[in-house]
């Protein structure tokens, strides 16, 4: 029995400061008080110095840890799966900047609130000296001291009319050591486990048939249904137009600016199904559908440029129409352009 | 060594002042302020552990109410899964109503408590202390029920895994270009951030629930308390580690409500497409936030005998905040309309609709809730010390609040560019009984939660008794306070 543990509970802060400087006189060193309290007493009133403090690194680490989270959902993923936007660039930089912002500042909360934990040995898994009366607006001062110097703190205590004294062989506090590890290794294990399991599945690591309705879904075309006869009152327009019933005339030549145009606004509308170059190569939307034709040009042959504007304004069993999306003169820009698919 | 003071006693037994006069406004000082007001903490303790104990039939009573409300709200949720989104009064045009206005809504309320803990906790502002819990537990589950409402709207709840962040894996939908995605990252992180910084400031509490219960409580609280003792050095780290996530998580809580205003002003969309909408929505959301925290302070201090921690100087306290943010509100409201208004373009002019349209009605309800109830009331202490006043008044605020968020999503989606698209939209009977019903669901998991964790910071109202005292100063007496660094 070389040391003990003394735990001594006072009222007031003015009378801890005294006995903290009377075992100090003692020769006991700072490292060997813990002061304990219910309300936040800054060291100085105690005549102590501050803890140490180390939250820099954990806070920096973990907006570190942030931002290559960001990097890696902004830059590295969207070149894994190429996916183009229109003729957006992959990594469009507003997106980005919010991506980034939001991660860093997730990261730096949960590095600063680790760093809590790992300052403080949180969770604390062995018995540690403690009165419960300290949430009771006491302050307890826990002091260890060889046997002889303890009995003069027991001394200093009494004097200062300490409420309780608890004394007990130090041997009996063991440090936490190798369970304190333990414990946080499990927990990084485990958190790292369920983390992994949705990555493994997201980025094909793990291969799993997602469910997928889309083919299934009943769509209604455009050319279903009663078509409404135009308005009474609604004024004709110039130009090359569809008239219900009727074939839509006035083809637009085939020049350069034309098949440019209807290389743009093919890109627009009809890639996503399609493919650039009407095989479906690189069409996200057309894996979904087999019935599309791998070969745009040859299937376009056997119309003509009537029947295709029609498919094009109006829809073709599954395909929508694209009225909506294409005046007359930009429909028939990518007629055009489909035609130049089979030469 | 110093010499020692003559105090011997514990902070809450201060002798009082020989003059009978002082002794008279000391007094009085301790009924008007909670920090002068000192008590022996283990008398306090049990003040709040016993609201936690000690359950009423009444509370069960109340409970169940809201329980069925609750399960209302699931079984017409089910149906709506089952009927698909048809059956509610959403159509091509305004393909996002009340549940997207609930969205913006209960992320809304869950504003103001992280604000109240956070920045006022850096501001120094003393009357955080009691209310600070009871806040930030607003935000907990205001998000949390927020975060329910992407999933009822999608209506295909079984494709919900299209939502989740990872931009390209499925080649298709959810791409990071989306202002939904940037919205959701948002909500995380201030979910995940509000947690934290709640628990943080949990763990002393914790520590004097385990000391002060026994059985399944104590167990759960020792736990939860991870053998915090209140040493120094704990404390220090404490505050530290408060002072950090405060300042991170305010740019977060501003980022979260401007994400969610992108998800409308993204879109070229008469009535959203503007550049205030972000800041406009921020400060929405802490007037109905704050609006919403003061009719929670109301009905726990009814409900679990509060009154000795919520105050009247805390009401006064939130009234002038309220009252404040009623005025920058009504400053955003006017500079988004103006600008519209005098650009007279047509597009512009058709969400002027709402001046003499059928939206009329809620539109000026509107503004008599959120302008006028409030500036005719608020600036008279009167008003703000006296409960029932405050309650009617917050509940004005949360109509109007309400309400405005439907003008702006159904409102302007009824109006939208191509005429021919122009609808009048009405509220089918799921919507009204998932509004109310997941309102109901807040109640019941708020009433739950004060069952187990304490509404009050204790610690923070010690630390503001311990650190307070009163100063003579000529023939008057007034309340001092210090900090030690």
């Known amino acids: ?343 | 060594m110093l010499e020692s003071k003559a105090v011997t006693g514990p902070y809450w037994e201060q002798p009082d002042p020989e003059d009978e006069r002082l002794a008279y406004q000391l007094e009085h000082g301790r009924e008007e302020h909670l920090l002068l007001d000192a008590r022996p903490p283990a008398e306090l303790n049990q003040v709040v552990l016993n609201t936690m104990q000690q359950t009423g039939p009444r509370f069960w009573v109340i409970i169940a109410g809201l329980g069925a409300m609750t399960l209302a709200f699931l079984i017409a949720w089910f149906i709506q899964i089952i009927s698909g989104l048809g059956i509610t009064g959403l159509n091509r045009s305004v393909m996002w109503g009340p549940y997207i206005a609930n969205l913006i809504y209960f992320i809304g309320i869950g504003h103001a408590g992280t604000f109240i803990s956070a920045a006022l906790r850096l501001m120094r502002m003393d009357f955080r202390r009691p209310i600070a819990r009871a806040a930030e537990t607003i935000t907990l589950f205001g998000l949390a029920i927020a975060g329910l409402f992407p999933i009822i709207h999608v209506g295909s709840v079984w494709k919900l895994f299209y939502m989740i962040p990872i931009p390209n894996q499925r080649e298709l939908w959810p791409n990071f270009r989306s202002a939904l995605f940037w919205d959701m990252t948002a909500i995380t992180t201030y979910l995940i951030g509000s947690t934290l910084f709640m628990f943080v400031a949990l763990i002393p509490d914790f520590a004097m629930a385990r000391d002060h219960t026994t059985g399944w409580r104590r167990k759960l609280y020792g736990a939860l308390a991870l053998g915090w003792r209140g040493a120094e050095d704990e404390w220090h780290r404490l505050e530290v580690v408060s002072n950090i996530l405060s300042f991170v998580i305010i740019p977060v809580m501003f980022s979260v409500h401007t994400g969610v205003s992108w998800n409308l002003s993204m879109a070229i969309q008469p009535g959203w497409h503007s550049a205030i909408f972000g800041p406009f929505f921020v400060v929405g959301a802490l007037y109905s936030g704050v609006a919403a925290v003061i009719i929670v302070m109301i009905i726990i201090r009814k409900t679990l005998r509060f009154g000795y921690f919520l105050r009247e100087e805390h009401f006064n306290a939130m009234g002038i905040f309220l009252l404040l943010l009623t005025l920058a509100w009504i400053y955003f409201y006017f500079a988004e309309w103006i600008t519209n208004w005098y650009g007279n373009l047509p597009m512009e002019k058709a969400i002027q609709q709402m001046l003499t349209g059928p939206l009329a009605p809620l539109f000026y309800l509107m503004l008599f809730c959120n302008i006028v109830v409030p500036l005719a009331t608020l600036w008279s202490r009167r008003v703000r010390t006296s409960l029932p006043a405050m309650l009617v008044i917050g509940i004005f605020v949360q109509i109007g609040m309400y309400v405005e968020r439907v003008l702006i999503v159904a409102g302007s989606l009824s109006r939208n560019e191509l005429p021919f698209n122009w609808v009048n939209y009405t509220p089918h009977w799921p919507e009204v009984t998932v509004t109310i019903g997941t309102l109901a669901f807040l109640g019941l998991l708020y009433a739950l939660f004060t069952r187990v964790v304490p509404i009050i910071p204790v610690w923070e109202v010690y630390e503001g008794q311990a650190m307070q005292q009163v100063r003579r100063i000529g023939r008057a007496i007034a309340p001092t306070r210090t900090e030690v660094h």
């Open chain 1, 1 to 343: 029995m070389a040391e003990l543990m003394l735990l001594g509970l006072f009222d007031n802060v003015e009378t801890t400061a005294d006995v903290l400087d009377e075992v100090r006189v003692l020769g006991v060193k700072d490292e060997q008080i813990t002061v304990m309290s219910n309300v936040p007493y800054a060291a100085k009133i105690f005549g102590r110095k501050p803890a140490r403090l180390w939250f820099l690194p954990f806070t920096l680490g973990g907006a570190g840890v942030g931002a290559l989270l960001a990097f890696f959902i902004t830059f590295v993923t969207p070149q894994l799966y190429r996916l183009h936007v229109g003729f957006q660039e992959l990594t469009p930089v507003p997106p980005t900047a919010i991506v980034f912002f939001e991660l860093i500042s997730l990261c730096t909360m949960l590095g600063a609130f680790i760093g809590f934990l790992l300052q403080n040995r949180f969770p604390i898994l062995t018995r540690r000296m403690y009165d419960e009366r300290i949430t009771e607006g006491y302050i307890g001062v826990e002091v260890r001291a060889p046997l002889g110097v303890a009995e003069q703190v027991v001394k200093v205590f009494e004097a200062h009319h300490a409420r309780v004294i608890q004394r007990e062989d130090a041997a009996n506090f063991k440090p936490q050591g190798i369970r304190h590890l333990l414990f946080w290794g499990a927990v990084a294990t485990g958190g790292a486990v369920v983390l992994a399991i949705p990555l493994l599945l997201t980025y094909d690591v793990v291969d799993i048939p997602w469910i997928n309705t889309m083919a299934d879904t009943v769509a209604v075309g455009a050319q279903e249904g009663p078509r409404l006869a135009a308005p009474a009152e609604s004024v004709p327009i110039q130009g090359p137009v569809l008239i219900a019933g009727e074939p839509a005339t006035k083809p637009l030549p085939a020049t350069a600016t034309s098949l440019e145009r209807g290389k743009a606004l093919f890109a627009i509308n009809c890639a996503m199904c399609h493919g650039m170059a009407g095989d479906r190569q690189g069409a996200e939307v057309g894996k979904y559908f087999p019935e599309i034709p791998a070969s745009l040009g040859e299937r376009a042959a056997a119309l003509s440029d009537q029947e295709l504007f029609l498919v094009i304004t109006k829809g073709k069993n599954r395909m929508p129409g694209l009225a909506e999306n294409l005046d007359p003169g930009e429909t028939w820009d990518v007629v055009n352009y489909v035609r130049s698919l089979s030469q």
